[in-house]
Every structure is written in C-alpha cells, then in structure tokens.
C-alpha cells in the first residue's frame, strides 16, 4: 500500500501486539502498518507503551538512536531533552492512559477516533481484554469467594468496549486475542465464548450502534476466522449471511494458537479471533481469506527451546534476603548444597530411585565444591565490540536497533533476592531438572523435610507445581503475571546461578527485543511482561493481516479502474 495501514491498540499492556504489527515493513523500509492510538489504563505499562512509540518515532526520524539508549543508560529523559522533544509529544498524543469502560475513558477516545479515522475505513483494530475472569486460575479463585456472582462482575463484559469501538468505526479487520479459558467460562449455565463470537458477527445487533455509512452494507457484520483452522470460520453456513450455522463446542479449539508451534521460545496458548468486515469477505470469498490467513507451524524438531533464547544473556547470581554480599551468597550456596546433598543420600524416597537420588546429591556436591565465580546480581549495561554481529533472523529480532557491532547491552535483567530456604528449594529444583530433564513433583518428589515451605497443608497434594524449572531443553512453560510475587514457577535451569528468572529473560521468552525498556518497578515490569502478547507472534499475525488487506487494496484499484473505464 502507499499509505501505511492505521491501527488502534486496545488494552495495549506494555505493547506487545502493536510492536508485531509495528515490525512489518515494506520493500521501501517504511512501515506498512502505523499505530494511531494504543490505550492501556496501568500507569507503569503505559509508560513503557509511551517510550516504545517514541522510540519508532525516532527510528524513522532518521535522528539517530542515541536519545533512546542514553535514557536506558540513565541519561536525560527524552520529555527532558529539546532536540527530541516533539517525538516524545507525538508518543504522548498516541499512547493514552485511559479506563475503558469508564464514561470519561470512552468519551475521550471515541472522540479521538472520530478525528483520526475520518474518511479512513480500512483499517485495523487489535487488542486483547483483559482476561482474569476467564483465565482458569482466577475462575479457581472466585468459586473460593462464597459471595461471587460472575454475571456480576464486569471483566466478563470488557471486551463490550472492545465491541463498542467495532460497532462504532468498523475495521476492515480486528485481531482479538484472550486466554484459552475464555473458551470455556461461564456466565449462568451459558458458555460466554459462543456470545462472544455471535456479538462479534453482529455488532450493531449486540451494540445497537451503527457504523460509518460508508461501510454499512445489507451485508453489515464481520466473519470471525481461525488462524490455525481454515476449515472452522463464524458464521458458516450454505449462504454466508443466511442464520449463523452454530459451531461444535469441540471447534472452539482451532481459535487456539499454540505458540511454541510458530518459533516462540514459550508454551502459550491463547484465543485469536481474526474478524473480517463482510463487504471484504462478499468481494474476495471467504474461504480465500481463511486460506490466507492460516499461520505455518514449525515442526516439534524444530521448536526453541528456552536455553537457546537465554543462554547468550550474563549469568547471575541471586541475592540474599538479608545481609548480602557475594561471599556470604556462595557461603550459604555451598552450604544448603552440602546439606540437601548429603540428606538424599540418607533419605529413602517411594518416588526417585536409589541411582538418581545418587546423581542429583554427586551434582549438588560438584557445585558445593565450584570456585567462587564472581557472578554479579545485575547486569550493567556497557558496550562491548562483538567480533560476528547477529546472523540468524531471531538473533537480529532481538537485537533491536542496537548497534550490530556491539554486544551486552541487555536491560532489566537483574536477578532478586530470596530467603536461604528458597535459595535450598531452587537449587534442590534446578538440580533435579539438569539430572532428569523435568522439574520435581510436588511432595513426592521434594520430599526432604528441610526442603519443606512453610505452609500448614504443604503435604496435601495441592502444591504440585509450586516449583517449577524452566527446563533448558524445551520451550518455557506460560510466563505469565504471577511472575511478579514469586519466582517459584520460573526456576532457571542453572543450578550454579540459584535464582528465578528476571525481567529481561521472562522478555526474552516473550520474544520482546532486548532494547524494549519496561518501565516502573520491578514487581511491575513482571506484570507487564507476563500478561503481554508475544511481539513475535504478533508479526506472525500481522503478515497476515497483511495479506487480507493487500487482496482489499488490489480489489479497490480494480474497481476505480473499470469505474473510469
């Protein structure tokens, strides 16, 4: 296209969809598609949305980089600097920190819409709602509240103002994306999943709202495809806009993509909805569109594994919780290795054989013996020359627009601190996961009493997954928002570093660039990263849509042709 194609980002997070879409470029080096407006409503996350539109902004500028990286640094914030301060203005004006939901939030956007998308009609909308009340987990945790009522609680109906926006101001096209429970929540006896597909087939139905007139049509409405399934698209039926022929709840699922499938270093399953505005599904056929947006897989021989995304960043150490200082780490380091190794010995256990618990204490002994490694707990960025800058198209991904030349310029990445009972548990943990390439069970197979956490029903059988390994030979498991209390879930695989993971490697199993700066405190930087879209994936998409809307530019041009034949 000669223009760039506009995006809105709802309920943006730190920006992990926009930065897929942002990615894709044109043969000329432009960008083919440009955010107009992302919304987020957490103060920290939109301060890290900011700061990543002003870095695109000064990318194209062709001004150089170095307002950027000098504020990462711990130079002078761009709003601070008067050579770059109308990028930072223009990043303000697209990045808004808004409630949707709320009368003022809605207002100010909509408004905003009205003025940025007058005369546009193919553009594309993108976003995920926010996903507590669908995920599993927080479905878990309500049926505990004796008081909960989940047709009273508002997240079921978030993606209604995602809705409102598309019965508003019609997209060509909007990617939805959400949790895998959104499949199967609830609201009442009715699976919510299957309203959501039929509001979003009809949106002026569902709203009430009608769209700009030059996009309504008898043909009003959007066709919801899967990215996986060419076969599953809503409605299907013999006449395309006849009565929706419902979906088996069993095909639900070919809405779920898994993205350790498409080259993401991570084990993540989420609900993408591709709708497409029916005008475009009458002219082009809907079993085109779904044909051209299928995702091509990788193969299970070819998936990332979770050391090959981590093993380049700097080791580090974990810090103690009280009075820490390298010494008095590799003290206490050598200590509980001593200890947790020589009670393997002693200790019977129904669930690890003899020649294992063996193997497991001789590791723990090698490392209870290691020379002091001056590891630091956190990486200070300073430049490096590198003799081969990156080759493979992952590497260069996650370079960003860092000097090919240089290396170890790595943000975020500072380990936390944890208690010496931690510290025994991770290294018990990571140990077991380096000799038998899985992470322990539960109680059965932590099962030393000093590796024991406080908890009165530890031994209930509850606390299966209480402490997990990201195994270096596989894709991670999910990253997600709970990263941020604790790091028991996220063990590194590296039992000589003892530690959970820190924000940049949770950013690099979320396929965020090495220069994208999360901003606020830590605890917020895991909240952002855990509950992101994988910017990888997110491209991944994008050249899909991409290909959707290129077939609509062609069509278009064959019209005003034969119009002015």
Known sequence: MTKPIHVVDLFAGPGGLGEGFSSIRKSDGSRQFQTLVSVEKDPAAHRTLTLRAFYRLLHDSGMGMSAYYDYLQ??????????????????????????????DGNRILEDRLRKELAGCNNWVLIGGPPCQAYSVVGRVRNRGNKNYRPEEDDRHFLYREYLNIIARFRPAVFVMENVRGMLTSRVGKDRIFGQILEDLRDPTKATGHKGPRSVMSKKDGYTIFSVEDERVYYPRSIGLFDSPAPLEEEEYNSFVIKAEQHGIPQARHRVILVGVRNDIVTHLGASVIATSIQMPRSGDDVEMTAAQVLDELPALRSGLSRHDSKDAWYATIRRVAYKVAKELQRHHSEHIKQDDRERIAEELLEIAKAPHEELDRRHDSKAKLRPVGPTTELEKWYHGAQNPNVQGLWYNH??????????????YCATFAKVMKRSPIGTKEIYLDSLAPDHANWKSGKFADRFKVVLEGQPSKTITSHISKDGHYFIHFDPYQCRSLTVREAARLQTFPDDYYFEGNRTEQYV??????????????AAKVKQVMDRVELNEEKQAQAIQA
Request: net charge negative.
């Open 528 to 541: 952002q990263v855990g509950n992101a879209v994988p910017p990888l994936l997110a491209q991944r998409i």
């Open 414 to 427: 500072e380990a936390r601190s944890h208690m010496e009972t931690d510290l025994a548990r991770y290294l």
């Open 74 to 103: 711990g130079g002078e914030h761009p709003s601070c600097r008067s050579d770059v301060q109308h990028l930072w203005k223009q990043a303000q004006e697209e990045a808004l920190c808004l409630k949707l939901g709320s009368g």
